[in-house]
């Protein structure tokens, strides 16, 4: 049963554009989500995140947004860059409880130079 | 230096074998984690604590026991290693601020 899910295994982007990937979730005790990128042979490395007290969150480059009613949220990248290329893993949690991680299962992201 | 490290970062063995992957961390959280990978699954986790004294199963524990030797040392077994163990497996760890920090990974292959 997963809880949380990323519906496109990989996606693909012309360098300078926009990359939008997207995560829903089903567990309504969820009230933080984060981002994780991946590179092979490396660690998740965390990138950005948003408690959900707040529907935006904007760090540099990457922005999430979160739709508490539609249990989505995405992860937005202006402009791409060839070394945005990796596996996104959205991640999300219930603040108060045990504080495990529940991931996506990733999406690739290859950014076209 | 790596704030998290894991060893080994690959390994071979058989079915039957008892096998031990160390995790070490420099960032002085008390909370550390242990996840496997397979892929299409994402991150599951196996095993968490949240001090020394404190140890939890999480969603897919069976087949794996940890120790939590330190604040920085938590460690995972396989007492007896099947092949579907076979895997990606992270350590990670939490601080005050609700994020993870992750190693860098232990392949591990069971034959």
């Known amino acids: 049963d997963q809880q949380v899910k990323q519906n496109s295994p990989s996606l693909s982007v012309q360098e300078g554009r926009i990359s939008i990937l997207n995560c829903d979730y089903t567990?309504?005790?969820?009230?933080?989500f984060l981002w994780y990128k991946k590179y092979p042979a490396e660690g998740p490395t965390f990138l950005i995140s948003?408690?959900?007290?707040?529907d935006k969150n904007e760090d540099g480059r990457f922005t999430v947004f979160l739709n508490k009613s539609a249990k989505h949220l995405s992860l937005h990248i202006v402009p791409s860059q060839p070394g945005d290329s990796a596996v996104y893993f959205c991640?999300?949690?219930?603040?108060?409880?045990?504080?495990?991680?529940?991931f996506g299962t990733g999406t690739r992201l290859t950014v076209i130079p | 230096d790596a704030d998290v490290t894991q060893t080994p970062r690959n390994r071979i063995t058989k079915t039957g074998k008892r096998i031990m992957l160390e995790c070490s961390q420099t960032k002085g959280h008390d909370r550390m984690y242990w996840y496997r990978q397979d892929p299409g699954l994402g991150l599951r986790l196996i095993y968490y604590?949240?001090?020394?004294?404190?140890?939890n199963k999480g969603e897919i524990s069976d087949g794996y026991s940890v120790s939590r030797q330190a604040q920085a040392k938590f460690s995972l077994s396989l007492e007896s290693a099947i092949p579907n163990q076979t895997a990606l497996y992270f350590c990670a760890t939490e601080g005050s601020t609700d994020t993870q920090y992750f190693g860098p990974g232990t392949r591990l292959t069971v034959l």
């Open positions: 948003i408690s959900s007290i707040k």
């Open positions: 604590s949240f001090d020394v004294k404190d140890i």
């Open positions: 991640a999300a949690s219930a603040i108060g409880g045990a504080n495990n991680l529940f």
């Open positions: 567990n309504s005790m969820f009230d933080y």
